[in-house]
């Protein structure tokens, strides 16, 4: 096996296998960090290789990634975490949202008075974001697009676990943000209850699409690397945590995998097509009972600084 370094704790600290995560014909391996807790996929894929699990149904349809009602609260999460994005900020200012998918947030934070720009691999979810008249380029960050100290804001919502280079990454970020500006993140949380109980059946845990998945501390030690200080980090997200309990739990039950999810995206993906009625009925029946407990469950997780996914605000000093 290839030697694997944490690429926040660096070759110091040691690795051990940690868990095994099937997926079709495929496994995957994560090993743990013995420094920092993290978990990270190794051996890594070809880039090639990763690419071939970013498909038409990762994305969902052609017009919108999720069913119009699941849009609809999609959105309203967006103004939400809008309104507590400005919050640290006197005045609205340039943001880059990176990996920006269609661009809801963007779209929110223009409504607060924000000058939006975006970045996002997929050209079909660029696409439905210059629909609806943003600024998104496809790719990785445009480091050259932008002098040093372009923007106020920059934001990676669900992001940060994909990237092959987080480090590489906050460096660019580094130099495009203002002094004073602000990085916000949300990310799974490899200490969450979540990630413990469930294993390779977490939703969150995503193999091989997520290629890094932090600790709470290791994030605070790789933005401290690069010069950003801790504002605010929030274990309780509506958005993500009772999900992740309730897509969790169907995933243990035998369910194919991420059955609901797959279910609320649009449905001209083939994924979505091959549900029998059987089973649709099963995770419909399922999901009514657990929501519930799936919400109560997020809550004393966040009580307990274990949530499943964590929301950070970082200054740049
Ligand atoms: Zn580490």
Redo the contacts with the bound molecule.
Sequence with gaps: MEEAN?????PK?GVDSFLKAPLGKFQFYYVR??????VFLSPGLKPAELQSFYDEDYYGGEERKFRPGIETLRRLFAQARAHRTSRFFAKPGRILDVGCGQGTFLQSMQEHGWEGYGTELSPRSAARARRAGLSVSVGEIPTDAYPAASFDLITFWQVLEHLPDPAAVMGQVRRLLRSGGVMAVSTPNMESWQATVFGNKWFHLDAPRHLFLFSPR?LE?IMAAHGFRLLKLSHFSWEQNPYGWLQSSLNCMGNSVDSLYTMIKDGSSTRNRRLSLAHRGKTCLVTAALLLPSVLLSVAESVLKRGATIEAFFVKD
């Excluded at 944490?6 to 660096?10: A, I, K, Q």
């Excluded at 960090?33 to 993290?38: N, P, T, V």
């Design positions: 944490c690429p926040v704790c660096g600290a960090c013995s420094g920092c807790g993290s290791a030690k």
